[in-house]
């Protein structure tokens, strides 16, 4: 009998599913970047606000990245709906607290999907994955960097203004 | 499953209550359920049964109201609207869970043989 699965896609249902959620996880950086980017404007850290606003662009290519494959692939990209985003935070360290939490969180996710790849021999998705793999190194490292930043600087006196100033300035050289 | 030289439909599993078939000529499948034939294609085919798998049985046993006594199903690739009491939809989840999972044998299968067709 005629594979009609396999004619339809090369990607298994478990694989696809797992490939939506994430294009989802992906819409809800982008985002969450650009709340975190509001509430710095509002708060006078510009640098930080145009950065989030840059990072929350990059969060929707990744998840456009995504989106293309599933669909190349043959399967059923889904357009996320995404709700229930904060608008506001506790601190300007607590931003990037989150910003980290959330890169973190990402990588943690990249990593299942890979597991699963890897146990359904769909090497295909796998070797697609390695870019954002790699992606996610650039992307923790950046958000850690900010963090130190806090404790380099400092937040007393005019502290946060330095802060908010060296932010554009972090980035990863390999 | 064998391929019959008359039709290009093949039966992929049968209960009492209806039958599900491949249609080798234009890729898709025949869900014969209720006395009505309808046609999906693959991603389609999965899509309708994961909704009916979704119809939550004990929500619509517990439900006292009359409306909860029937689910509607309106998808936007097939004409026919499926209006399913319980019974129905019981029946309907085993035909199209035995559908699919033969399917998936057959693609398992397929994928094994991939491999001496060179
Ligand atoms: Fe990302
Ligand atoms: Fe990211």
Redesign the pocket.
């Known amino acids: 009998m005629k594979d009609l699965l396999r004619l339809r896609t090369s990607l298994t249902e478990e694989i696809e599913a797992l490939l939506n959620e994430q294009i989802k ?2 819409a809800r ?2 985002s969450i970047y650009l709340s975190m980017s509001s509430w710095c404007d509002r708060n006078g850290f510009d640098n930080s606000a145009k950065y989030l606003e840059k990072q929350s662009g ?2 929707r ?3 456009l990245k995504l989106f293309r494959f599933v669909n190349d692939m043959g399967g059923k990209a889904i357009s996320p709906e995404i709700t229930d985003i904060p608008q506001e935070f506790d601190s300007f360290k607590g931003v990037f607290e989150l910003a980290l939490q959330q ?1 973190i969180n ?1 990588t943690a996710s990249f990593n299942r999907i890979a597991d699963r790849c890897f146990k359904a021999k769909d090497f295909m998705t796998f070797q697609f994955l390695q870019w ?1 793999l790699n ?2 190194i650039e ?1 923790e490292y950046v958000a850690r960097r900010i963090l130190e930043l806090f404790e380099v600087i400092g937040e007393e006196g005019t502290g946060r203004w330095q802060i908010d100033k060296n932010i554009p300035g972090v980035s990863y050289g390999e | 499953m064998a391929d019959n030289n008359y039709s290009q439909l093949i039966e992929v599993f049968s209960t009492e209550h209806g039958t599900v078939y491949q249609c080798n000529r234009n890729n898709n499948f025949v869900v014969e359920f209720a006395g009505n034939c309808s046609a999906f294609k693959t991603g389609n085919f999965l899509d309708f049964t994961r909704r009916v798998n979704a119809i939550n049985l004990s929500e619509m046993a517990k439900n006292t109201s009359r409306h909860a006594d029937i689910v509607i199903l309106m998808l936007h690739y097939t004409e026919r609207c499926f209006v399913l009491t319980m019974k129905d939809v019981i029946r309907l989840k085993e035909l199209l869970c035995g559908a699919k999972a033969m399917i998936e044998l057959n693609s398992i299968v397929n994928e094994c043989l991939r491999q001496y067709a060179f």
């Open positions: 996880m992906e950086s982008s990059e969060e290519g990744h998840m890169e990402v954002f992606e996610q992307e």
